[in-house]
């Protein structure tokens, strides 16, 4: 390490699930690298492309410093003092003239800590507000898996060592967790097969012995396909099924339903990787089942994950170690739940995720008339974008909490600026990883940017129960992390580097009894056709939103990639119509058209298009101003991937 410099461990609190270890590296007050951790047990000192992005962020020169508050259409600086005095009496307003429920604290996913629990405790304490349901991530995938085996419980990356295949199923690590890629790397140099099924050539395919192309959404007949040539063979696991599962004449009956010719079909995958994936999952068993997020993102993508799961379940992978259907792990779990505050009021409304835009317009007795978002950008990331804009513009007062003015600050009225992570103390868990890492202040925030926990305590001290509500970050911390210590877990420890849950299962339903009402593990019993010709006459691509390797979502600056999204087409495709690699062109939805510049992709499906989500509409991108804000059927869920688009060359 250079002289002068010094390393403090750190945890990576982004929206990602590998939630890694990292050191800051200071220098005279300043941190001057982001590098792994090696002594993480998952992400082994190896570090993402994101975080040096990250890092030049939040030096950068529109890094927001001070309060702003806009008046006549402009923004203007304001003393803290002054930012939270008003924030307190429209609080105090809007409880007055029309009750909790016309507060609505929108908390998303940007930076998810134990300390933020503590934001919602502040909102119950004052009364209950109007919150969320739903999600724009992995509400399907934790739903459904949930409806098979009861809370979702995955399998330990740890136990990926046990594995002889693994099946990326939708997942993409080499860009979107990234800090699993030491596993990966290490299971590829034992000999481990590596499978990848995704639509389109990801980052993750140098990983892969073989990679299967699927049709979007038609992943259930994949899994169902192989399923019943497991079967026809004669290999399923018997056993299992006989003790183990519920509903097995039931599942039996849907693939009875489709001959093999019919279910390859379906998914537009042939016969001969079919015969080879049914092999992979039985002769390569151990075979851990990695299942991405691209699968939550559509109507019926319980279906999808359900038929995965009865895959593992058919062919023995259940509860063995190295195999396995895994998804993620709940971030929130390590932590005490009454503390969210939940017991401290009555019921109370929730607007749904997916449909915020809407859900805000339609709100009434009472209207919304406050709103505060924290950790998030929803004009960007939400689907129908210009509808979600035209909702906050509804709403009397808008409080948005973050480090950049993005989409969303362009439709509030009163911006707070926010610590970087290695700028507050605090915990983290992962929904990747069984591991509860530390943030350790390395730096001060510059300027005036608090940390979130600071902001709401010094809000609180406006309120009557400031008494009981204010206290320090480790008195929080401490009530928080309850459950952990008397587990066992030793507190200085936690400050050390990241510590493993200690009753988490490195091998979950090892015992075979499951977490259902019947201690059995439930097979599903009907899946359907998703309705994908919809709107394919007018607009025949399907349009996949995808996770990048530079970016995390809408984590952007101004300036930053302005222009264009990039959209990639296969390259016949784009040939037969007449646009060039690079060329611009215009993408067209049901709701709207967007100006992208066109990239070949020789290995894409002829049926597909690709674009990077994430990008700002201010720079003249965000995707998701074309995508309808539509509601998976169980979960909760944001169907992204049911956006049907057009692509016309710009004359």
Known sequence: MPSGTTAVVTTCTRDCPSACGLL????????????????????????????????????????????????????????WPDALDEMAERLKDCLNRHGPESI???????????????????????????????????????????????PRVSHDPLDLANARTIVLWGRNPAATQFGLMPLLRQARERGVKVVLIDPRNSESVSLADVHIRPRPGRD???????????????WQ???????????????????????LEELTASCDVDAAAIDALAGD????????????????????????????????AVSGNIGLPGGGVSQGFEEWGPYDATLW????????????????????????????????????????????????????????????MNMFLDDTADHADLFLPCAAFYEQRDLVASYGHNLVGPLIRAVAPPGECRSQFDIFMDLARRFPFAGDFVKSEEDWLRLLIRPLLEKGVAWDDLWRGPVRIPDAPLVPWADGRFATPTGRFQLLTEVTACADCRDAARYPYQLLTVGGARHLCSEREPGDGDGPAELSMAAEVALRLGIADGSPARMVSTLGSLVVTVRHDAALRPDVVVCERGGWIKAGQGVNRLIPDLVSEVGQGTPYYEARVDVEPLS
Request: hydrophobic fraction near 40%.
């Open 24 to 79: 800051a590296h200071v220098r005279d007050g300043r941190v001057i690298r982001l590098s792994g951790n090696p002594d993480h047990p998952v992400n082994r000192g190896t570090v993402c492309r994101k975080a040096p992005a990250f890092l030049r962020r939040m030096h950068s020169p529109h890094r927001v410093l001070t309060p702003l508050r806009r008046r006549n259409g402009s923004w203007s600086p304001v003393s």
């Open 104 to 150: 609505l604290h929108y908390m998303g996913f940007g930076e998810r800590t134990a300390l933020k629990i503590v934001n919602a405790r502040f909102f119950a304490l004052l009364g209950g507000v109007t919150t969320l349901r739903g999600t724009l991530c992995g509400g399907t995938g934790y739903a459904a898996q949930s409806l098979d085996y009861g």
């Open 220 to 234: 259930a007949f994949l899994a169902l396909a192989v399923a019943k040539r497991i079967i026809d063979e004669g």
């Open 341 to 400: 505050g939940a017991d401290l009021h009555p019921p109370r409304r929730t607007l749904l995720m997916p449909q915020i835009g809407r859900e805000i317009l339609e709100a009434t007795d009472p209207p919304v008339a406050m709103a505060v978002i924290t950790a998030a950008n929803p004009v960007c990331m939400a689907p129908n974008s210009d509808l979600v804009a035209k909702a906050l513009d509804s709403v009397p007062f808008v409080v948005t």
């Open 281 to 312: 999952y039985v002769q390569g068993r151990p075979t851990a089942t990695l299942l991405g997020w691209g699968l939550h993102r559509f109507t019926l993508g319980h279906e999808m994950i359900r038929a995965v799961d009865a895959l593992g």
């Open 237 to 259: 696991d018997q056993e299992f099924l006989a003790l183990n599962t519920d509903n097995l004449e039931g599942y039996l009956d849907v693939l009875a339903r489709q001959s």
